[in-house]
């Protein structure tokens, strides 16, 4: 069971204050800076509200501390209004310091922004971010130098930066007395916009006093409210909890936005316990995660998952060198396709298959994906379903060989019957899928691999044989028609991307003999033909169709 609080002391103070007076730190293991425009403008204005109807107090919340090694203080719960008030602060020193006012700019630079160590001649910022934010915060604004932003956070901070800026050049334009002005705004933010300031023992307990205070998940994201509330009942494990989610988020936020962590935990989570929807995720954690070891099993779950996951984004992984060109394939398929509701079902073989059974169930996956796909069945929820459940048996050991994979699910699947139908009538408007399919089918013609067509989609084009717009060249097809057809996989193929252009609106004839030059046969075999028409698209469509019974098979290769 989680300790007593043992010691917990609340008081109000002024934010600008609180922010003069303690070395504030965000934990490695927390957030990155996520205050959107919208946010940070919003602040700002409620707090010039307040200011012109001479409010006494403006209250800004509650803010959660605890101490840290050097008497230095972490921050659980507020970093967002303390880095933007900061933001606010460091722009009215710039403004200051553009004027000249060199000695007012430093008094607040010193006061509220950074201090030099005595002894080392060191800048010591008042507030640091967590480690992914904190240089680019350092930079921009303690500093006010110039960094490129290389993530989402980055660019949240420089948006703040510059609102900032904007908002102190017009209390400054709005007043014969600029500079009054702005210390008027800094006094308020000293001691009238108000926080409650609560200072807990141990991290420990601030995390059950974090989740007391956001009971009902106001403006937190599922990720924030897992990682405090494993945080909370990691009791004398808590460094080894957030080692773990610290390096799983680093891992997630390194290929993916951060949003994106809630979306992982999902996926991990349904991998071993059957479909869970968002909505439902944080209940079912709580619910069978009520113990330190627990915390620290999960913990360590994902991030080890989190390896597998991020390798999903690079077929080139030496996870998948490892494993073979088969498997390359198919990650690179995986994500040529764009869908993510197969994740639970690849994390589970990942984890629980030998390296045999994985190089001949992830082709299969593959397979499985298209044929959803272009029949269009089921839809995302019924699919995430499918793959969730069987991830479960997987990784409850009923499910030990793709073998037993491809039997335990092929009920559900489309049959080849089903699979072909569906192909000679699909249009596809996801020019990605269309070129994905078409160099699946045009690779598998061409088996001894005299010319590998590039996977890039700048060197090969997807080419629309009757154009979107057909013209006067095309007048035996009506418009009504074309906007019909043109996106029919009959009427459809591949091209290197110089070709393409050279082909473009061109008629039928024209075009024959820029397809002629082609080295992908799908597309040359079109020069053979003496014209193209709706029966000519559908004979193609067919003809593919009957291709991609082979190309895409039911059952496990080999």
Request: negative net charge; contains cysteine; hydrophobic residues 40%.
């Amino acid at each position: 069971m989680p300790q007593p609080i043992e010691r917990i002391d609340v008081h109000l103070d002024g934010i600008g204050h609180l922010i003069s007076d303690k070395k504030i730190e965000v934990p490695a293991y927390q957030r990155s800076f996520a205050w959107e425009k919208d946010q940070v403008t919003d602040l700002f204005r409620d707090i010039n509200d307040a200011i012109r109807a001479n409010a006494p107090e403006y209250f800004l919340g509650t803010i959660v501390l605890t101490p840290a090694a050097n008497d230095k203080t972490h921050v659980i719960d507020g970093q967002q209004r303390i880095a933007t008030t900061l933001v606010f602060i460091a722009e009215v020193r710039n403004f200051l310091r553009a004027r000249g006012d060199v000695e007012r700019a430093e008094t607040i630079q010193s006061g509220y922004i950074a201090k030099r160590d005595r002894r080392t001649l060191e800048t010591q910022a008042n507030v640091v971010l967590n480690e992914s934010d904190n240089p680019f915060f350092q930079a921009a604004i303690v500093e006010n130098g110039r960094m490129e932003p290389v993530t989402e956070a980055h660019n949240r901070i420089q948006d703040a930066k510059t609102i900032a800026s904007e908002f102190v050049g017009r209390i400054a334009a709005q007043s014969h007395e600029p500079v009054e002005a702005l210390n008027d705004w800094l006094d308020y933010i000293d001691n009238k916009a108000k926080v409650i300031v609560v200072n807990v023992s141990s991290e420990a307990n601030a995390y059950t006093i974090f989740e007391v205070l956001n009971d009902r998940g106001i403006d937190l994201s599922i990720a924030d409210l897992l990682k405090n509330y494993l945080f909370r009942i990691a009791e004398t494990r808590l460094r080894d909890v957030q080692d773990a989610w610290t390096s799983m988020r680093s891992r997630i936020e390194s290929v993916e936005r951060e949003q994106a962590i809630k979306t992982f935990i999902r996926h991990v989570w349904s991998s071993r316990h059957g479909l869970t929807r968002e909505r439902e995720l944080y209940d079912r954690i709580k619910e069978r995660v009520t113990g330190r070891q627990q915390a620290v099993d999960l913990a360590v779950e994902l991030n080890n998952a989190a390896a597998d996951y991020v390798a999903l984004y690079n077929p080139a992984n030496p996870k998948w060198r490892a494993l073979g060109p088969a498997v390359q394939d198919a990650i690179y398929a995986l994500g040529e396709l764009r869908v993510i509701q197969n994740r639970p079902l690849v994390l589970a073989i990942l984890r629980h298959f030998e390296d045999g059974e994985v190089r001949r169930a992830l082709p299969m996956l593959v397979c499985w994906t298209v044929r959803f796909l272009i029949g269009g069945s089921g839809g995302s929820g019924t699919l995430e379903n499918l793959f969730s459940t069987t991830a479960q048996k997987i990784s409850a050991g009923e499910i030990t060989t793709a073998r037993q994979l491809f039997e335990a699910t092929r009920g559900s699947l489309p049959s080849d019957a089903a699979f072909r139908d569906a192909f000679a009538a699909a249009n596809v408007s996801k020019n990605f899928l269309a070129r994905y399919y078409l160099r699946a089918i045009a690779t598998h013609d061409n088996p001894d691999g005299e010319y590998r067509i590039s996977q890039h989609h700048d060197e090969v084009n997807l080419e629309h044989v009757l154009p979107q717009e057909p013209g006067d060249n095309w007048n035996h097809i009506s418009a009504e028609d074309a906007k019909s057809w043109h996106k029919r996989l009959g009427n459809l193929t591949i091209m290197d991307s110089a070709l393409n252009v050279a082909a473009a609106n061109a008629p039928f004839d024209d075009k024959k003999a820029i397809y002629a030059q082609s080295r992908i046969e799908i597309t040359r075999s079109l020069s053979d033909l003496p014209d193209w028409t709706l029966d000519r698209i559908q004979d193609r469509q067919n003809a593919l169709a009957e291709k991609a019974v082979q190309v895409w098979p039911l059952a496990p290769r080999g």
